[in-house]
């Protein structure tokens, strides 16, 4: 017996055939004696059209009100599985963010999870008692429903099954695991990973991997909520993942290292098409620069990423690069040249046709050589690197985005991951 | 300075451009000095379209459940009117039934209001911030979501404005007013009345008329709530109604019959085809065949109206008539047939083609003959009567269907309700 959260997104809830499979789901964990919770997304599109009437409502518009009309999505997915789990003899109930209630901060439109007290639920769950629970939604110190912000269920689902302290968080999605990479650019050769620890998997999502939400994945590491990744289009009568000894599919596991036993090096190759290169030449090289081009930045609540600032070779200037997301781009370069006269920068350029791929393995802590192995592999294909950041588990490079399929085929087979 | 309560219905909200329209309601009231809090219902054929995935997911369902899908259409609306007020530079916030909240019964589906504490709007109300509030649905005792059954809104509106103590509740609807009867029927003739009391109006409602809800009118005139029914598609610029001195359109003014100066005996003519006459002939003339017959049906429960039990001719069996709702007149049919032993009739028969005709009118209180001319009048035009109900301030007489028109026409005219 053990004690399970269960998220599914928004196309596994589209309409209510899909509804009654995700029941499906549901009554065998029940049936196989375990306590379960479920967390939902609105029906697929649905979030979309409530956000689309927002925006024709008044382009600019108070964020607690678009979370009154966005928050409606789930009410309504949470009601009709609670039915439809009914209707096959499954004890189940509904439950809206404000009455769990899921409380967050008052940001509306992206807030944050700051507790859910789980011991009403766990007290239903221990009754036998399904608990379909409202994804994306709380309730904020104002009374009034919060959203948590686009893909905001995944975090949901994490924080419930932490305050319930679940021994799984299982997310099912529409990919069956996380891969060593994209599958679509390394065809055949992409493997699913059993198990990939919490700290890896959280700079795939931050690095461009969107299996799952960078948030959940930090909340399920400070919970050690171990998280499976698995497809809501399996079979819900077929093989199941044992909850003992050691881990097999269908899935992968998000899990503390330790857990992990056969280490790989490196686990994964991630890339990024969201970046955006600005470069400052001939900047004025003298102490507080940097605060000078970023503190603007910072301010317009623009993020930067990647930062390079060349060695001066005259002494007195120098060349900055940076990079910020897609979105931003054409807004930091008004941000920086609105504040010309206090950087001192001869030229801005700037471009958008550049990727970040990214090496990603707890094993470099140990293993020396990681990084060195990535550049001469892009050098010996011809690849420029523009710009390098690392991390103690990740070396990430910018390139010319026309290489990026090259690039992370040459190095999903250079540290060894391609398929046997 | 006033506070009023304005209801919108679901055609009023069915898009964001007829929400703007909404709006402009909204702000001629609020510039014009008064405190405003407006109700409102789901798009139009958003509830159905609800109530429709309810079915799918399973045909019996859950009340609770149903009512959380239901009840997030108003949601929507409530969220939407506040952002474009709020564009429009009117200070305005949306309350769902919970957060104000209305206390319901727990009869989810078919929830009746109990308590609504008015002294936080009030504040908010007297801070010139106009309050939108989603009619239809409230919290009940279970700390979970209720809703009040079809065109609940209105009653929703009432209740709000008596617990906020509104100076009147105007009702926005698809028709200008209430009209002396149905002005498809008696075309040109029909008059839209100034003003009509509580207890006519309710006679109205309850005899078939369509314009508010029974409910909301009982409500109005326990609270004495003054309702203005008025079209929701008047120029939201055009004339508007004085809150002072005597009432002037547009719209009918449902209010205290002491406040009604020129009366007429018959203010109204209604009809409803929502009737099907069930007669049991030679069942046996005993004590208790009242409740042999009647009992079942309660049990059932099946809303019986009229009843007629003929004098017994042969002093040992007699002929019983009553009528049903339409829909359930299969049902009852087959309750009887289920209690024949009981019973002893002999014959079942029934009918669905036929009409039940209400003259309506606070006059007759005081003024004899009224009912006398109405069964002299149908009788001129050839109309037979089968049966015949009463009350203090209404007369209704079951007549073959296809005399409807014939005969309303007929009572418009012998009344005096005709236009000048």
Known sequence: MARL????GGTSVADVDRIRNVARHVKRE??????????????AGKTNELVAWCKEAAPMHDAREYDVVVASGEQVTVGLLA???QSMGVDARSWCGWQVPIMTSGVHGSARIQNIDGAHLIERLEQGQVAVIAGFQGLGPDNRITTLGRGGSD???????????????????????VYTTDPRIVKEKARRLDRISYEEMLESASLGAKVLQTRSVELAMVHRVPVLVRSSFDDPDGPQPSLEGPFTGPGTLVCDEDEIVEQHIVSGIAYSKD????????????????????????????????????????GRTTDVTFTVPVADFERA????????ETIEYEELSGSTDVVKVSVIGIGMRS???????????????????????????????LIDAAYTELAVRTLHSV??????
């Open 275 to 314: 970046e955006a290169k600005i470069t400052l030449r001939r900047v004025a090289d003298k102490p507080g620069i940097a605060a000078a081009v970023f503190g603007p930045l910072a301010e317009a609540n623009i993020n930067v990423d990647m930062i390079v600032q060349d060695v001066s070779e005259d």
């Open 333 to 340: 370069k008004k941000v920086i040249e609105g504040a010309k």
């Open 367 to 397: 293993h020396a050589g990681v990084a060195a192995k990535m550049f001469s592999a892009l050098a010996e294909r011809g690849i420029n690197i523009q710009l390098i950041s690392t991390s103690e588990i990740k070396v990430s490079v």
């Open 30 to 43: 029940v049936d196989a004696g375990h306590q379960v919770a479920v967390v939902l997304s609105a029906m």
């Open 155 to 177: 975090t949901s689902a994490v924080a419930v099954a932490a305050a319930v302290k679940a021994d799984r968080c299982d997310i099912y999605t529409d990919v069956d695991g």
């Open 415 to 420: 540290y060894g991951l391609d398929k046997q």
């Open 83 to 85: 039915i439809v789990l």
């Open 5 to 8: 959260v269960l998220k599914f």
